[in-house]
């Protein structure tokens, strides 16, 4: 989904990147939210990937990450699902093209076979800078990414 990995630029439209540097919102308290990216993202595996996440996580709250550390992300991850919130709408990170939020995992019934029963359900929501992505692209991204999230051995079709 390349056009999830762009950004919109006054000067040229839009510019597309060979690699995935996302951003992951991360709540400082009373000092707002800071977004250190975790760069290369398409080249790590999972755990390496939870690992530098961890990382950089720890020194944002304690106020020692370096402007290289929150610079030049291509795409974010907002996630107050921790927070117990739901669903909500995220804005985008100015120049990048979206913003994907993550809700709280709740039970929800839901109908299989006729029968009512409990599923565990997260809602995401992806915002968009329709300059560059706009309903239909958007709609087959965050359904792979329902699809991955809901069978998440795909995960291993990437070498995750």
């Known amino acids: 989904f390349p056009d999830v990995n762009s950004q919109w630029m006054d000067e040229e439209g839009i510019r597309s990147f060979r690699h995935a540097h996302v951003g992951v919102a991360v709540d ?10 975790i760069r290369v993202a398409e080249s790590k595996g999972l ?5 530098e996440l961890g990382r950089l996580v720890a020194l944002a709250r304690e106020g020692k ?3 290289n550390d929150f610079r030049g992300g291509t795409f ?5 699902g ?3 919130v739901e669903t909500f709408n995220p804005l985008v990170n100015p120049p990048e093209a979206a913003i994907l939020a993550i809700g709280a995992v709740t039970p929800t019934p839901f109908i299989s076979d006729g029968e009512l029963r409990e599923q565990q359900i997260t809602r995401l929501a992806l915002t968009t800078d329709h300059r560059i992505l706009d309903g ?3 709609a ?5 990414v329902r699809d991955i999230m809901e069978r998440p051995l795909l995960l291993l079709e990437y070498g995750l």
């Open 136 to 138: 239909a692209p958007s």
């Open 65 to 67: 990450l370096a402007p």
């Open 140 to 144: 087959r991204f965050l359904a792979r």
């Open 76 to 80: 974010t991850i907002s996630n107050l």
């Open 47 to 51: 755990f390496s990937i939870a690992a």
């Open 28 to 37: 400082l308290g009373d000092e707002g939210l800071i977004v250190p990216v």
């Open 82 to 84: 921790l927070l117990g």
